[in-house]
């Protein structure tokens, strides 16, 4: 039943989007010209190539956002059972723990938690 | 507490009596299908409004009072003002991915709307693993604003979906981790079960006392900036980037993503009730019977939209009282500060849960 | 005041101003104006100086006889905000300057024709309206002398071709009106800030030239509107003090208090202005609560809100209603009990000081050579207030305090302008009761005519030192009339202040200079 | 159909527009052909709704713009018309309210925002500059009159127009609005005059890549 019912939530969504669209299609003006399909900048027609080179200050915190994702999902199994484990899991925990923090120090150490 | 869970399994049975199973599987599903679509409108309507007056009245404003009663219509008149307006297509996007990013946005937003347990036995999607799959989804509107900027072929959409790739990413972090407190104070990853254990034993937030508190604080924080609101709307930043990652977006194309914006401050807020205030459980002070039997009467959806619409409040308020942070503050402030609190919390947590210590 | 001015040789230019510089210290370049003397004067140029330190002036005067291919040397590698006076000197009258490292035109378009300021140009038949879009140029031109003596040419980069290089303006909430940035960008960071002028360029200085001098007081109202008392106070005083007409005390009252009004009114929507751009839009609303009190203030003493049209030649147009002292007073009364909100909605928020602190640094010889004067320089510890170095109306009879902060960043200039505002008040606190009986306006004759000669004065007006330069011929119409716009050095330095820092900075670096776009582009 | 439905416009007091020449002579067109009774009545809910949520551009470039802030303000509130939106992409903007001079320089820019605007769109010429060239007519840079430029729906003179003629202006425009015929007129679909020659583009593009 419930992934009867995840599908229908997809669908909803979808559906909702898709006969909305449809509907704003029927009823919305179309013009043209030329400026209109151009990108907008403050007025001023755009120089160079819009996809041209751009530095991305912000891959390191993808790359960050990854490794601890990944380490904390790790967590949850423990999380639902750290009552009954009592202080062993947690024991044991708390060493994972040590190295997640030991990896965002060394992170922060490494200056790759200051912004480029 | 009443369940609601006999109603539907009372409608099932009615239905599997006259016709086959797949076929009352199916006309199920509509009716689920049209409640979500109908309380997203709705939920979605009132917010924009309780947005529009309540920035109104802090602001020595009255807001709209023109359209309907008190400006009641005012927001009926936008959503049809809205679907007929243009949808403007850019010569060189990506076509294929500009068209899809609403989808992605609505889609994260729809699911997670789904996961919330509305009352005692009624909730639309309640896994095993609830919470797991609530913070696996609203992943998804991050890929879908990603594509809003990238797809547009224009700077300030690029540098807005990139701002928010990275908040929206790191901020996950700390949810992940306030959510996985309350999963070892419940011991469950099961929405409904985390409801029900609250009515059972009392609140989260009383029952884990000072990690439970902490973690509703840093909840509260990278909630907000999940939903790009407040003083971490840099995604959008008016100030800055115009419009933000939706800036060549037009019409009910931009509409969506309004309406996104909107229903996932009601699903922050909702989650929140539902984690940490106790969802649809009503308040409980022992010793108090009689009171606390009043208070058994009022329904739980009740209860629930009560506390959801109060952190909404509370997320409005922060909303038009703070100025706006800058980038990398707003990232140091999740690397540096949020991340090992929300760490520490964990270890807190789990010796509160570990010793017993729980209220 | 009138200006004794000195003529110096075209090709000595260059080594008399560098001795200016060093010896006399004279690091302020008050002025920068081009003029057109016609067939028998030339195209030249007219320096205005005056040291930081002495308070001396100088007025240096050059030309050059050449109306095909006019030459000057430039003085942009002594005074920084030189670089851009001569931009808009070459832009109005063509005059090259050599050696100047961006010899672009300021105001106009690129492919603007002819150069409207030189008496003889026609410039609405050479140039119709055009749709098409302007050309931007990535490089610019460098003009130096060979060593034999003929005129090179050499092309300076501003661009790269594979630079990121966003547009911020001219229809951008944050820039204030129409001002246009081309900022390079590495990642969120502001490597090059190119702003490009002139999109609100009416030309005020050339249409006056064709007025008649009372004729010309409408037109200062709105070139800075938020200052719009005290840039006609300027306009007024200079034309008076040329004929030497009296002011009755009266006048000088009320014109005091109307400037420090002026002031308390810009620097309310100063605060509006920086905290919307900041993000904090409440902030916003609870200044405008204040605003609306003066504005009403303002609208029944002179019928207008926020273009008031009051000062005369003489006096002003209509005498302060009887319980102007009362109102005045009741929204003293509520400003300062209301003042603490601002502060604590804003100025003493962390996020706010962690936005401001810190950021857009300039230092004080920057905001020298630049001649960011007003709060912005007060901010750089230097000590600019017109008020105090050359006194007018009253302000050599009332007690005020010049607010000075040393650390030159967004944060000082932004509690300059809040301490200012209380400062204003004292100022009305002083006046207000003592306006003395007698005539709103002096009798003069019907036509206005200026004596021979150049004529200077400035104002502080709420952003800095507005100036006012009549060069007459006798008529009743200027010859030549310019003003010292106090946004222009504010530009120039935006460059300098927003290297370095995020496009978040850059617009709240904007916010704290706080510049009004028609009085830069005039 | 045999059902002939005549326009009127409700819900504003007919009184209070009546003096006004332009939108006297639409109603008469409309009233002089008669409209479909489904048609009329679908025109009149959408006209209701675009009508009440005309979200301005936020474009100003000199004096009438403080005003403009002003309007936005507690005393004057445009929040109470829905107009408080004010978007800053013109994308998502209906009205630009052309609010101060218009240069020389300007009149590219403001055609391409204006241009880049979504449909259907209207413009509000706001101040004696925007209207005639104001106090700067003698001037060589300033266009005299932004209905060069653009079409004007409203003029709003004055230097600068107080609020509450702000106001009046965006509720002339209101009742402009609620008086249109949406569906076959304003919503009308054009062809894409670029299409092929986009195509062409396209492929050219392609090709240099494939050569490089």
Redesign the interface.
């Known amino acids: 039943m419930n992934f009867t019912l995840l599908v229908t939530v997809v669908l909803t969504a979808v559906l909702f989007v898709a006969i909305v669209m449809v509907l704003a299609k029927l009823l919305a003006p179309r013009s043209f010209n030329k400026q209109k399909e151009e990108p907008y900048e403050c007025g001023i027609p755009a120089r160079g190539d819009q996809w041209s080179h751009y530095h991305l200050g912000y891959y390191l915190f993808a790359i960050l956002f990854l490794m601890f994702d990944v380490e904390t999902m790790f967590l949850f199994p423990w999380a639902v059972v750290a009552r009954s484990l009592g202080p062993q899991g947690l024991l044991a925990v708390v060493f994972f723990l040590f190295i997640l923090v030991l990896g965002l120090a060394y992170a922060w150490r490494k200056g790759a938690l200051k912004w480029h | 507490m009443f369940d609601f869970s006999i109603i539907t399994k009372w409608f099932h049975t009615l239905l599997t009596g006259v016709m086959p199973e797949w076929l009352a599987?199916g006309i199920e599903?509509l009716i689920?299908?049209l409640f979500?679509?109908l309380l997203?409108a709705i939920l979605a309507i009132a917010l924009i409004y309780a947005e529009?007056k309540i920035?109104?009245f802090?602001?020595?404003?009255?807001?709209?009072?023109?359209?309907g009663k008190w400006?009641l219509?005012?927001v009926?008149?936008?959503?049809?003002?809205?679907?007929?307006?243009?949808?403007?297509?850019?010569?060189?996007t990506d076509l294929l991915l500009h068209d899809m990013a609403?989808?992605f946005v609505?889609?994260a937003?729809?699911?997670t709307f789904?996961c919330i347990p509305w009352n005692k036995g009624l909730d639309?999607?309640?896994?095993n693993v609830g919470?797991?799959f609530f913070i696996a989804i609203s992943g998804i509107g991050v890929v879908g604003i990603l594509l809003a900027g990238w797809a547009?072929?224009?700077?300030?959409p690029?540098?807005g979906a990139?701002?928010s790739?990275?908040q929206l990413?790191?901020y996950?972090?700390s949810i992940?981790?306030t959510m996985?407190?309350v999963?070892?104070l419940n011991?469950?990853?099961q929405f409904s079960e985390i409801v029900q254990q609250q009515a059972d034993f009392g609140w989260n937030i009383v029952r884990g006392h000072v990690p439970a508190v902490l973690a509703f604080l840093i909840y509260l924080v990278a909630g907000n900036a999940e939903c790009n609101r407040g003083?971490f709307?840099?995604p959008e930043?008016?100030?800055?980037?115009?419009?933000g990652y939706?800036?060549?977006?037009?019409?009910?194309?931009?509409g969506?993503f309004y309406l996104a914006e909107y229903l996932n401050m009601f699903i922050c807020g909702a989650m929140a009730a539902t984690i940490f205030l106790g969802g649809w459980a009503p308040i409980y002070f022992p010793g108090m019977d009689g009171f606390n039997a009043v208070m058994g009467y009022i329904p739980g959806f009740i209860w629930f939209f009560g506390k959801a619409f109060f952190v909404v409040f509370l997320l409005m308020w922060i909303r038009?009282?703070?100025?706006?942070?800058?980038?990398?503050?707003l990232?140091?402030l999740e690397?540096?500060y949020l991340?090992?609190l929300s760490?520490i919390n964990?270890?807190l947590m789990?010796?509160v849960?570990?010793?017993g210590l729980t209220l | 005041m009138t200006l004794d001015i000195r003529t110096v040789a075209s090709s000595e230019l260059h080594n008399e101003m560098m001795r200016l510089k060093q010896e006399r210290h004279m690091d302020f370049l008050v002025n920068l104006i081009g003029m057109d003397w016609g067939e028998e004067g030339g195209l030249g140029v007219i320096y205005m100086l005056e040291s930081s330190k002495t308070g001396e002036t100088a007025e240096i005067k050059t030309s050059t006889m050449d109306r095909e291919h006019p030459y000057l040397q430039t003085v942009s590698d002594i005074w920084q905000i030189a670089n851009i006076y001569e931009r808009e000197v070459y832009d109005f009258y063509g005059i090259i300057f050599l050696n100047h490292p961006d010899m672009r035109r300021l105001f106009l378009r690129e492919d603007w024709q002819g150069f409207p300021f030189r008496k003889d140009d026609k410039p609405e038949e050479e140039n119709p309206l055009r749709m098409d879009n302007e050309p931007l140029a990535d490089t610019t031109k460098e003009y130096f002398i060979n060593a034999d003596g003929s005129v090179g040419v050499k092309e300076n980069v501003i661009f790269a071709p594979d630079d990121y290089v966003i547009n911020i303006g001219p229809q951008h909430p944050s820039t204030h009106g129409v001002l246009h940035m081309r900022t390079r960008l590495d990642g969120e960071t502001v490597t090059k800030i190119d702003p490009v002028l002139g999109y609100i360029h009416r030309g005020v200085e050339k249409i006056s030239e064709s007025l008649t001098y009372p004729q010309t007081l409408a037109l200062t109202d709105r070139l800075d509107y938020l200052s719009a008392m005290q840039n006609r106070h300027a306009l007024c005083m200079c034309i008076e003090k040329a004929i030497g007409l009296e002011i009755t005390p009266r006048v000088q009252y009320i014109r005091t208090i109307m400037d420090e009004l002026q002031r308390v009114a810009s620097h309310l929507l100063y605060y509006g202005a920086l905290v919307m751009d900041v993000g904090a839009l409440t902030a916003f609303f609870y200044t405008f609560r204040e605003r609306e009190m003066l504005l009403k203030i303002f609208e029944d003493n002179f019928g207008g809100r926020l273009i008031m049209n009051y000062n005369t030649i003489g006096g002003v147009m209509y005498d302060i209603r009887p319980d102007f002292a009362k109102q005045v007073k009741e929204f003293e009364k509520a400003l300062r009990k209301r003042f603490h909100e601002y502060q604590d909605i804003y100025s003493t928020n962390i996020i706010a000081l962690n936005r401001m602190v810190g950021v857009g640094t300039l230092s004080q010889e920057q905001a020298i050579s630049f001649g960011c004067a007003g709060p912005t320089g007060r901010a750089c510890g230097w000590h600019n207030d017109v008020r105090k170095r050359h006194p007018y109306a009253l302000y050599d009879q009332v007690e005020f305090k010049e607010i000075i902060r040393e650390e030159g960043d967004s944060n000082a200039r932004h509690l300059n302008r809040m301490d200012e505002m209380l400062e204003s008040l004292n100022i009305i606190d002083q006046l207000i009761d003592n306006i003395p009986e007698g005539d709103f306006q002096t009798k003069r004759k019907p036509i206005v005519k200026l004596p021979e000669g150049s004529f200077y004065q400035a104002v502080e007006s709420s952003r800095g030192e507005f100036g006012v330069f009549i060069e007459s011929k006798g008529d009743k119409s200027p010859y030549r009339l310019h003003y010292r716009s106090n946004g222009l050095p504010l530009i120039a330095a935006m460059d300098t202040a927003c290297r370095g820092e995020k496009i978040a900075d850059l617009i709240a670096i904007g916010g704290t200079m706080d510049f009004v776009i028609p009085d830069i582009d005039r | 159909m045999a059902l002939i439905r005549k326009p009127k416009i409700k819900s504003i007091p007919y009184e209070d527009f009546k003096d006004n020449e332009s939108l006297e002579k639409m109603i008469d067109e409309l009233n002089a052909h008669g409209t479909n009774v489904v048609v009329a009545s679908l025109d009149k809910l959408i006209n209701w709704g675009r009508s009440n949520s005309l979200w301005p551009l936020t474009f100003g470039t000199s004096c009438c713009a403080i005003e403009l802030m002003a309007l936005g303000a507690a005393r004057f509130d445009m929040a109470r018309f829905g107009f408080e939106v004010t978007r800053t992409s013109p994308r998502q903007a209906d009205v630009i309210l052309v609010c101060g001079t218009i240069t020389n320089k300007m009149t590219p820019v403001l055609k391409r925002l204006y241009d880049q605007m979504a449909e259907p769109k209207y413009v509000i010429a706001i101040g004696g500059c925007t209207c005639t060239g104001g106090p700067f007519t003698k001037s060589y840079h300033v266009v005299k009159g932004v209905d060069k430029i653009l079409p004007v729906d409203v003029y709003v003179p004055g230097c600068p127009p107080r609020p509450e003629a702000f106001l009046y202006g965006m509720m002339q425009l209101q009742r402009k609005v609620k008086i249109e015929n949406y569906l076959g007129t304003v919503n009308r679909k054009e062809k894409d005059p670029y299409k092929e020659e986009a195509k062409q583009l396209k492929k050219e593009i392609f090709n240099q890549e494939e050569k490089a």
Not at chain 2, 58 to 67: A, D, H, S
């Open positions: 599987i599903c689920v299908l979500i679509i997203y529009r920035c109104a802090f602001q020595c404003r009255l807001g709209p009072n023109r359209v400006g219509l005012q009926f008149a936008d959503v049809l003002k809205m679907l007929t307006k243009e949808i403007i297509k850019l010569r060189q609403p989808y609505l889609t937003s729809f699911l789904a639309i999607l309640d896994f919470v797991f547009s072929h224009s700077k300030y690029l540098i990139m701002r790739g990275a990413i790191s996950e972090l992940g981790m996985l407190t999963i070892m011991g469950t990853m003083p709307d840099l930043a008016e100030s800055e980037l115009t419009a939706h800036t060549e977006y037009s019409g009910m194309h931009f969506f038009w009282t703070f100025p706006r942070l800058r980038i990398d503050q990232l140091s690397w540096k991340m090992p760490m964990i270890i789990a010796l849960v570990c010793f």
